[in-house]
Every structure is written in structure tokens, then in C-alpha cells.
């Protein structure tokens, strides 16, 4: 990833931070927290939090077919299953 991009996920970050603190809620439990501070000692272990670890990727790795006739042929070229994933809704599930 680019320094720009990972420096839009932290000041994302520190937007997100700030206004958690500014909250004058005392039942909200982000109110309570002390967030860290964004600064050049800090900056590379929040990327660090931030960014997705290897093992977060893996289905990255998985050889996605965006027709699914192609993926019906490779299958039976293969003698493997083909998984078809459908869903209705928002992908994020919120309804």
C-alpha cells in the first residue's frame, strides 16, 4: 500500500479517536478509554493495528471465477465442487 493510502486509514483513525473522546456521555464506554495518541513514535505501531495481517488475506489467494459457467467448467475439467455463493441484502448484512 501507498503512504498516502495508510496515512487516510490513520487520520480515518484519529477522526474516529477524537470524536469518541469528545463525547460528553459518561455511559459511553469509548468515553472511558484513553485513546492513543497519533504521532511519529506511535504512527508506525497504530499502521500496524490497522493494516490486515497475512493470514487475514488468504482468501486472496483463492482463484475466484467471476463467471460461474467458467468455474462449472474448470470444476468438471478438475473433478472438483464448484461453491456458489449467493446472497440477498447489503453484503455487510445491515437491513
Do not use: Y
Not at 468438471?76 to 445491515?94: F, I, K, Q, S, Y
Amino acid at each position: 500500500m501507498n503512504k498516502q493510502l495508510h496515512l487516510s486509514f490513520l487520520v480515518l483513525f484519529a477522526g474516529l479517536s477524537s470524536a469518541a473522546t469528545t463525547r460528553g456521555d459518561p455511559a459511553d464506554p469509548l468515553a472511558k478509554k484513553s485513546l492513543p495518541e497519533l504521532n511519529d513514535r506511535t504512527f508506525q505501531t497504530l499502521l500496524d493495528t490497522i493494516l490486515p495481517k497475512k493470514r487475514e488475506l488468504r482468501w486472496q489467494a483463492v482463484p475466484w471465477r467471476a463467471s460461474f459457467w467458467d468455474a462449472v467448467l474448470q470444476g468438471a475439467e478438475t473433478d472438483r465442487p464448484v461453491l456458489l455463493w449467493a446472497m440477498n441484502g447489503n453484503p455487510l448484512g445491515c437491513t
